[in-house]
Each structure stands twice: as C-alpha cells, then as structure tokens.
C-alpha cells in the first residue's frame, strides 16, 4: 500500500523559509515521480516541482522557480520542498503525490496516482 505522509508546514512571515518533507513508503518500482502541488482555498490546485527517480529529473511551475527547491534522500525514503522568501500567495495546504507513469516534464500534475494527506503553510505579517 502506497502511502505519502507530509510534514513541516507552519505559520510564517513573508521572507521567511520552510522546507516540507513527504515520506514514501510502498512503491514497489525504482521508477516513479514524486511532486509537490498546492490549493490555496477558492483555487484550482497548482502542480509546483516534481523530481523522477530514475535520473533526478527536476521540473518546477514558473511561479516557484528560483524560490522552491526539490530535492530527495533515497536512504530516508523522503522528498523534500525548500521554499524560501515566502511570500502571503504561497499560503496553501500543500500534498506530495507520486505516480508511476508520470514524467517529470509539463503536465506531469496531471498524472499523479497517489496523494498525502496535506500540510498547511500560512505565510503572513
């Protein structure tokens, strides 16, 4: 069973810095996507970065580009979302997802088969 269980959101102010953690457990292929999207209330959710496992392949949405980093540690299972200079529009519960058939390119959201449960991030003065 695939489970996704995220971690790390909080209450901050603009300029400050979160890193999100997502824990994998139960994907049974050494191939698969892992992502990070958002849903701020009364938006569509938003796909922001997603990292492949085969080669490391990382895409990230134009809104978070040079603020939000993915990153991963295969020993501990878990993929990470380093999100500096926050800003009040990142406020948002935030999922990881993962997907075999995924790619990490353009539409990559879209293919997501599993989901966490969500962390909440608030940013504001």
């Known amino acids: 069973q695939v489970q996704l269980v995220e971690s790390g959101g909080d209450s901050v102010q603009p300029g400050d810095s979160l890193r999100l953690s997502c824990g994998v457990s139960g994907l049974t292929s050494d191939y698969y996507v892992i992502g990070w999207l958002r849903q701020a209330p009364g938006k569509e959710r938003e796909g922001l970065s997603c990292i492949s496992t085969v080669d490391d392949l990382t895409h990230y949405s134009d809104s978070v580009k040079g603020r939000f980093t993915i990153s991963r540690d295969n020993a501990k299972n878990t993929v990470y979302l380093q999100m500096n200079n926050l800003e009040p529009e990142d406020t948002a519960t935030y999922y990881c997802?993962?997907?075999?058939?995924?790619?990490?390119?353009?539409?990559?959201?879209?293919?997501?088969?599993?989901w966490g449960k969500g962390t909440r991030v608030s940013v504001s003065s």
């Open positions: 997802a993962a997907s075999y058939r995924a790619v990490a390119a353009p539409g990559w959201e879209s293919a997501m088969d599993y």
